[in-house]
C-alpha cells in the first residue's frame, strides 16, 4: 500500500494510490483521521481499514492531482531523527573514522517540503548539498526494543533529501543550523508499507540524480547500521512513537567531496530515487524568489 499526504485548494488529506489514481481518504473513509500522523497512531487497525477502503472506493473518491500539491509525508512527526556518516564510503569521502554508534541530528518541519515543491537555496551560502536517505516511519511505540523485534515498529518507507547547507554544518560541533535552513530537504512523496519491500529496506539501489547527470549511486545493504540496529539503538534512549521519522543517512557522492564541489543552485531539478520506494524530486529556486513567490 502506498499513501500520500495532499493538499487540494487548501484542504489537507491523507490519499492512498490505486493503479495511476490516488483515493481520497476522507471520502473513500470519512471516518479515518485526515493526518498521516494521526493515522499512524493505531497503524494496525487503520492500515486494515485503509485497504478495505481503498478497494471499494467510487470515482467520487478519485483526486484530481492537476490540483493536487504533495505536503511533506507526515506533516506533524514528534521527531525527525537523521544519521550521518553511515555509508562506509561516504564517510571516508567527508574524512570520517566509521562511526561506533549512529551519528544522529534532528531536522525539524520548517526545513522540509514536499514532492515538487521548491528546495530554496539560502542567499548567505553557496554550498547546498543534495543527499539521498531512506526514510523509515514508524507506526508503532517501542522502547528497549530488540534489534529482532525492532521491525516490527515500522509502518513503512520513503525517500528523503537531507539537503546541508555546509559551511553553516561546519561552523560548529554541532551539525544542527547547516541541517535545517528553511525549505532545504524533502520527504514523500509516499509511504511504502512494509510489507511491500524487502525487511529493513535492504538491498534497495538509491541514487540522486542532479540536472539528469546520476551523482549518487549505492545500495541500502550498504548502510554501516541497518533499520532494525538503528531504531533498537535509538529505542535505548528514548520511545520511538507512531508518525516519528528516521532518516538512514547517505551514500558517497556527495557535492562536498567533488573535485571541484558541486553545489545545487537556482535553476537545478534534484532527483533522489530509491528503488521499489518512490522518486523524490524537487526544482532549486533562490531564496529571493521563493520570498517573491510567497509575497
Known amino acids: 500500500m502506498r499513501l500520500a499526504t495532499l493538499a487540494v ?4 488529506f491523507v490519499a492512498a494510490r490505486k493503479g495511476d489514481a490516488y483515493i481520497d481518504l476522507t471520502v473513500a473513509a470519512p471516518d479515518l483521521p485526515a493526518d498521516l500522523s494521526l493515522l499512524l497512531e493505531d497503524w494496525v487497525r487503520t492500515a486494515a481499514k485503509v485497504r478495505i477502503a481503498v478497494q471499494a ?18 506533516p506533524n512527526p514528534g521527531k525527525v531523527l537523521c544519521l550521518g556518516l553511515n555509508y562506509l564510503d561516504h564517510a571516508a569521502e567527508s574524512h570520517f573514522d566509521k562511526p561506533e554508534w549512529p551519528v544522529v ?3 525539524f518541519m520548517s526545513s522540509i517540503v514536499g514532492q ?28 528497549a526494543v530488540s534489534r529482532e523485534n525492532a521491525l516490527d515498529l515500522v509502518a513503512g518507507y520513503s525517500v528523503f533529501n537531507d539537503g546541508s547547507i555546509r559551511d553553516y554544518q561546519f561552523k560548529s560541533n554541532q551539525w544542527t543550523v547547516g541541517k535545517n535552513f528553511d525549505a532545504t530537504g524533502a520527504f514523500g512523496p509516499e509511504l511504502v508499507t512494509a510489507d511491500e519491500l524487502p525487511a529493513g529496506a535492504a538491498g534497495l539501489r538509491i541514487s540522486t540524480r542532479l ?3 546520476v551523482v549518487q549511486d549505492a545500495n541500502t545493504s550498504d548502510m554501516i547500521f541497518g533499520v532494525a540496529e538503528t531504531l533498537s ?32 543552485k537556482a ?17 532549486v529556486v533562490s531564496e529571493a524568489d521563493a520570498a517573491r513567490h510567497a509575497a
Open 9 to 12: 485548494a487548501g484542504r489537507t
Open 57 to 74: 472506493a467510487s470515482s467520487a473518491a478519485v483526486v484530481d492531482t492537476a490540483r493536487a500539491r504533495f505536503l511533506p509525508l507526515v
Open 105 to 107: 541530528f534532528a531536522r
Open 116 to 143: 515538487n515543491e521548491p528546495l530554496v537555496a539560502p542567499s548567505v551560502s553557496a554550498q547546498f548539498d543534495y543527499e539521498a536517505e531512506l526514510a523509515v516511519v514508524i507506526g508503532k511505540a517501542g522502547r
Open 211 to 213: 540536472n539528469g547527470q
Open 233 to 264: 539503538l535509538l529505542s535505548e534512549a528514548m520511545t520511538l512513537l507512531p508518525g516519528d521519522v528516521v532518516v538512514m543517512g547517505t551514500p558517497s557522492g556527495v557535492g562536498l567531496a567533488r573535485k571541484p564541489p558541486l553545489w545545487m
Open 267 to 283: 535553476g537545478d531539478i534534484c532527483e533522489v530515487e530509491i528503488e521499489g520506494v518512490g522518486l523524490l524530486s524537487n526544482p
